[in-house]
């Protein structure tokens, strides 16, 4: 599903190089749920951008879904995050739209028959607990909820891998358990999950196999 | 997915607000401008094509030839011509009773024909310019039998550079206003990019493809130019029903056509074309500008 190898970036600022990844390794088998732990800087962001293709490594080889990331022309790289749900610390929701809106806006984009909108929409909904919502704005919103309709939002195309950078980052401990009980039903329908989190607790507490950078290094990777 | 497309589109145009209103009447005012001085230019054109097949050089006889044939022969075989009648004095006198009409009888008090028997020569399109009919004249008041030659196409020629200067300016009002049109819809579609950007990021996230983050900008702009197209024709087509009935007996008597004529369908096809490509090369220009 995933394998990072040898994987180093290091970015310029300047004439100064800044390592960020320091010759990351490790695979993550299909069905997986890894929780990628670290101090903030420690690195969790960078690879997840370069499990997605938003960035490319500096050193190193990494295989998602089949996709060699290295060499993948930008033209590529929608095709590869159509098999890829995303959620961010900040859930990201379109403002002007109402939740139903935000979710079926992904659908819309990648030319989901409007008949199957609907049901699709609320199928998600359902997973993430939030089918009663599905008309309020974002404003409208706890941030639990609006994390949730973000997880909505990455799963309604039912993609094999879930990429989530610090979901329950902006959220206190009930909403966090919250957060991380949906990703719990999410990956047990099968979808391999990949949660950075910089709150050690919380990664402790999902007894998951857990990869703890420090520095850009893979220091640990138990569970 | 082209309702989609089409929806974001308008969603856009929305969020573009009063800048994209002032796009739509700047392309409004840009093709009513062109539209206008097309209209003028194309019926003026209208006239100078009919007195160019009109334009006649008659040549008066010093007598009455006893062959006119042999003359007709001469004359059909100078360069420039390419028709020409024989006028005996007796038709010259009829056809004058005929335009003096009720007056006619006036004629039969004279002693005699005064009129002159003549040739009405029709020169070939080349010889209908100033200088291809100023050639013939020299030629034709060559011949012998030849008293006078009467004709010129100069004011036809008059007339044919006051439809290209009309053609001119109307094309340089309307550049001038097309270019203000496009930095206008440029610029409100690079507001709408601002606004959008976080739809955009989120279209890249999923996987989007290309076409479905880039189109609803092309789309606002194109629906931009097509409503300035359509509003642009809405006042042409009120002006022109406005003047054209007051405007057509003057024309009829100075200019010899009957009436003003609008656009033809393929006019009205090439104004709305215009309009969507002014609206759609500033949207496209402003995606270029600042890729999303």
């Not at chain 1, 991380?180 to 719990?184: E, G, Q, Y």
């Not at chain 2, 300016?169 to 049109?181: D, H, N, S, T, Y």
């Given at each position: 599903m ?6 180093s970036?290091v970015?310029?600022?300047g ?5 960020a990844l320091?010759?990351?390794s490790?695979?993550?088998s299909?069905g997986e749920f890894?929780?990628?732990s ?6 969790k ?9 938003d ?10 879904l089949?996709?060699?990331?290295v060499?993948m022309?930008?033209s590529?790289?929608?095709t590869?995050?159509r ?13 002007v ?5 935000n979710?079926?806006f ?15 929409v609320?199928?998600a909904l359902r997973?993430v607990?939030l089918s009663s919502?599905a ?6 919103l706890?941030q ?5 309709a973000?997880?909505?939002?990455a ?7 879930l990429?989530?950078?610090e ?6 401990d ?5 957060i ?5 039903d999410?990956?047990a ?5 990949v ?5 050690a607790r919380?990664?402790r507490a999902?007894h998951?196999?857990?990869i ?5 290094r ?6 | 997915?082209?309702?989609f497309?089409?929806?974001?589109a308008?969603?856009?145009?929305r969020?573009?607000g009063?800048?994209?209103i ?14 206008g ?5 194309s019926?003026?054109?209208?006239a100078?094509a009919?007195w ?6 008659v040549v008066?006889l010093?007598?009455e030839?006893s ?8 004359v059909?075989?100078?360069?420039g011509?390419?028709g020409?009648?024989y006028?005996?004095?007796a038709d010259a006198?009829r056809?004058?009773?005929?335009v003096?009409?009720?007056?006619a009888?006036v ?16 020169p070939?399109a080349?010889a ?7 050639d013939l004249?020299g030629?034709?008041?060559a011949l ?5 030659v009467?004709?010129?196409?100069d ?13 001119t ?13 496009i930095?206008?819809v ?16 989120i ?7 290309e076409?479905a ?7 606002q702009?194109?629906?931009q130019g097509l409503?300035g197209?359509?509003?642009a024709?809405?006042?042409l087509m009120?002006g ?17 056509i ?9 006019g009205?096809l090439?104004l ?15 995606r ?5």
């Open positions: 995933i394998e990072v190898h040898r994987v970036k970015y310029s600022v004439p100064v190089k800044v390592p320091r010759e990351v490790f695979r993550v299909k890894v929780v990628l670290g101090a903030s800087g420690a690195g962001t960078t690879l997840l951008r370069l499990l997605y293709r960035d490319r490594p500096s050193e190193g080889d990494i295989e998602v089949g996709h060699d990331l060499p022309r930008r590529q790289v929608a590869l995050r098999s890829i749900g995303i959620v961010f610390q900040d859930a990201k929701l379109l403002p739209r109402t939740v139903y809106e979710i079926a992904v659908l819309r984009v990648l030319g989901a028959p409007r008949r199957e909108l609907t049901a699709r609320f199928d997973v607990g919502r008309q309020a704005y974002p404003a409208q706890s639990g909820e609006a994390q949730r973000a997880l909505a939002r799963i309604v195309r039912r993609p094999p891998l990429l989530a950078d979901p329950t980052g902006n959220l206190d009930a909403m966090a358990a919250e991380v009980d949906v990703l719990k999410i990956g329908g099968g979808t391999t999950i949660l950075a989190t910089h709150q919380l990664a999902l998951r196999r857990t703890t950078l420090d520095g850009g893979v220091v640990k990777d138990e569970g | 997915m082209l309702g497309l089409v929806g974001e308008l969603r856009d145009l969020r573009a009063r800048v994209a002032s796009a739509i009447v700047l392309i409004t005012l840009s093709l009513a401008a062109l539209g001085f097309w209209l003028v230019s019926n003026l054109g209208r100078v009919q160019r097949d009109r334009v006649r050089i008066y010093k007598r030839p062959a006119p044939e042999a003359v007709l022969g001469r059909r075989a100078i360069p011509v390419s020409v009648t006028i005996a004095k006198l056809a004058l009773k005929q003096l009409g009720k007056d009888s004629v039969d008090h004279l002693p005699a024909n005064p009129l002159p028997a003549s040739l009405e020569v029709t070939s080349t209908a310019t100033p200088e291809g009919a100023r004249v030629r034709l008041a012998p039998e030849a008293d006078e009467a004709g010129s196409a004011w036809i020629e008059r007339l044919s550079q006051w439809q290209r200067l009309l053609a300016i109307g094309l340089g009002v309307g550049a001038v206003l097309a270019v203000a049109a930095l206008t440029t610029t409100a579609t690079t507001l709408i990019l601002h606004a959008r950007r976080h739809e955009t990021e279209m890249r996230l999923v996987g989007a493809p076409s983050i880039r189109l609803p900008l092309l789309l702009g194109m629906m409503a197209a359509v509003l024709l809405i006042a009120a022109y029903s406005l003047v054209a009935p007051r405007l057509e007996p003057l024309v009829n008597l100075t200019l010899g009957p009436d003003l004529e609008f656009f033809s369908p393929f009205i090439t709305l074309g215009a309009g969507t490509l002014l609206g759609g090369l500033g949207g496209w220009l402003a270029a500008r600042r890729e999303p």
